[in-house]
């Protein structure tokens, strides 16, 4: 049986070459190099070749190499910075260079064969492993086994030094490395078996690096998948493939089995109606099937990554399923100087580069934007021929992603920061000095969603009825940000980050006179619910106005009373803010005591 089985192997290898070489043959001999073939050069030797216009081709292949051949039919292969392929194309074909983008199989690598058999014999194995795929497909079998998962190459292991600036997040991730060392030990000891983690956070907030770095850490295969690859038109086509992808993650056990974007097969499930989404059910429900079918020591853990958990079935994050849900948010400032210092440290830089500096200055940037700003800096210092990259470079690099109307909403002045900062502090500072308010958790100037910063407040226990006192103390602290404005840079110069604030202070006030009887003149009328405005006389409506009118004045001029006389605080709250972007209460209060 089994020699049966090698000599069809072998015989059908033969054929493959013979046909693959047929093929293939033109793009093998545009593609061969003469012995010297395969020279490793530098990403910076690479554009001056390009430059000098030695080049006659450069082909790019996914992921992260490139090969550029000279007019004297010489290969020279270079590792290419993440994300420069686009840039690099166009340049180089500006200049009259052919490019051709090409899958990362058939990358020339030295090896013991002779090249053009090697690049053959891929060239056909993907040539006939795709004709599988399409017959398999239109067969509509095997597709089990067609899993969509694919594996780490081995030599990329990531490790925890490289993810920076989420020590918290990494910590809770020790107990599963741990586990993954040696899951025999681990439960002997008692420890119960982790299950899967969800990962979530925005993109490039480095989801797929933290959970690559997990199987690094332990030294286990990392397998990887998207959930957008197991949707598909045919109804149990991609539960097939969710079962396929776990049978061959079990058979590495313990591995990692990562599943990007899982939103994608993992959204709610539909509530029955026609048609529907039949499939993406069943994906879903075998999705599920499979985590809980776990043995105890099965030894595969999924980690997923999502930015948006909300819209996930409640099934998929049930406990059990998860175990640990991990948040990764957008890193503060100490988290992009982290960060920073592991894409810097890859470059040389110059003495005059200060990492503090510009991680101030990238608010917002996630980890994979800060590694772009850092390749970034590295492909203009190389264009100016610079020895060492310096800040200036960092500069102009920051300049162009930020313009590149890559994060419009990011392009924050120091003028807006200190703006936002003294808004923040505005409503900070009010709120200490109203103590029937709810205590200040923190307060922050980075920018979130549309938000330009943001004090956050905890109720210190839930109410369930709210006083008087208390309401028009939200009312003053809500105003706080806008009396802060007005206060420091004059009527000329308030903006619109108060809108926010406006709004709910508008909306608060409302009830208070329509709802709960609490304006001066209108008494106890009731004037709130469904009938809203149904019964009310234009005077009734219009004494509404009044009295809302006068609870937000209130509000206002109490916040610009306490402000007034808190001025040096506000000031120094708002100086730590610039400085940190992030206080706690606690931080905040100390400040201000000190600030008297
Ligand atoms: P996500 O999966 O959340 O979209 P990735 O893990 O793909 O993000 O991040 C993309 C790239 O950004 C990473 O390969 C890495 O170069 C960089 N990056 C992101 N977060 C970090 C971090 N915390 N530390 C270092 N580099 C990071
Ligand atoms: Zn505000």
């Known amino acids: 049986m089994n020699t049966r089985k090698g000599l069809i192997t072998s015989l059908a290898i033969l054929l493959a070459l013979v046909l693959a070489a047929a093929v293939s043959w033109p793009l093998v001999d545009a593609l061969r190099a003469p012995a010297a073939a395969d020279k490793d050069i530098s990403y910076s030797e690479l554009r001056r070749r390009v430059d000098d216009g030695s080049v006659r081709r450069l082909t ?223 994906t879903l429900n075998q999705l599920l099937v499979e985590m809980d079918g776990f043995k105890p020591n099965g030894g595969v853990i999924v980690i997923a990554a999502t930015n948006r958990p909300d819209i996930l079935d409640k099934a998929l994050t049930r406990p059990g399923r998860f175990s640990r849900h991990v948040v990764l948010p957008p890193p503060d400032l100490s988290g992009r100087r982290r960060i920073l210092e592991v894409h810097g440290g890859r470059l040389r830089l110059d003495p005059d580069v200060d990492l503090t500096v510009l991680a101030r200055g990238t608010p917002g940037f996630t980890g994979a934007e800060l590694a772009n700003l850092a390749n970034e800096a590295a492909i203009i210092a190389a264009r100016l021929r610079r020895p060492a990259v310096t800040m200036s470079d960092f500069d102009a690099a920051r300049d162009r992603l930020l313009l590149g109307n890559e994060r419009p909403a990011l392009a924050m002045t120091e003028e807006d920061r200190r703006h936002t900062a003294i808004h ?9 000095h109203c103590p029937a308010s709810d205590p200040i958790h923190k307060a922050t100037i980075l920018p979130r969603g549309h938000a330009l910063g943001m004090v956050v407040r905890l109720p210190e226990r839930d109410q369930p009825s709210l006083r008087r006192s208390r309401l028009e103390a939200d009312l003053a602290v809500a105003m706080g940000g806008r009396a802060a404005e007005l206060l420091v840079f004059g009527p000329a110069e308030v903006s619109t980050g108060a809108s926010g604030d406006l709004r709910m202070a508008n909306d ?89």
């Open 508 to 596: 608060l006030a409302r009830r208070m006179v329509t709802e709960w009887g609490m304006g001066a003149d209108s008494g106890l009328l009731w004037h709130g619910g469904a009938e809203q405005g149904a019964s009310w006389s234009e005077a009734t409506s219009r004494l509404l106005d009044r009295e809302i009118q006068t609870l937000l004045d209130a509000g206002m001029n109490r916040a610009c009373a306490i402000l007034a006389e808190h001025r040096r605080q506000l000031e120094a709250v708002a100086a730590g803010l610039l400085e940190n972007e992030v206080l706690s209460g606690t931080e905040i209060a100390k400040i201000a005591s000190e600030a008297v």
């Open 424 to 432: 923040e502090a505005g409503h900070a500072v009010v709120a200490l």
């Open 60 to 282: 790019l292949y996914s992921g992260n190499d490139g090969a550029a051949q000279d007019a004297g039919g010489s290969l020279y292969h270079t590792l290419l910075p993440d994300a420069v392929g686009a840039d690099l194309a166009r340049e180089a074909s500006a200049r009259g260079v052919e490019v051709v983008f090409a899958p990362e199989e058939i990358l020339p690598r030295r090896s013991s064969l002779p090249f053009t058999v090697a690049l053959a014999a891929i060239g056909n194995i993907v040539v006939f492993s795709g004709l599988g795929v399409v017959l398999y497909r239109f067969a509509g079998v095997g597709a089990g086994s067609l899993s969509g998962l694919r594996k780490s190459t081995p030599g990329t292991a990531v490790s925890f030094a490289e993810v920076a600036g989420c020590e918290a997040e990494k910590a809770e991730l020790m107990e599963i490395v741990d586990f993954l060392k040696d899951p025999e030990r681990y439960t002997r000891l008692g420890g119960r078996v982790p299950s899967g983690v969800l990962l979530s956070g925005p993109p490039g907030t480095g989801k797929t690096l933290l959970a690559r770095a997990v199987a690094g850490e332990a030294g286990v295969p990392f397998f990887h998948m998207a959930g957008s690859d197991f949707v598909e038109m045919f109804v149990g086509v991609g539960a097939a493939r969710v079962r396929g992808a776990f049978a061959k993650a079990r058979k590495k056990a313990p591995c990692i089995l990562f599943i990007d974007e899982i939103d994608a097969l993992g959204r709610a499930r539909s509530s029955g109606g026609p048609g529907g989404h039949e499939e993406r059910d069943q």
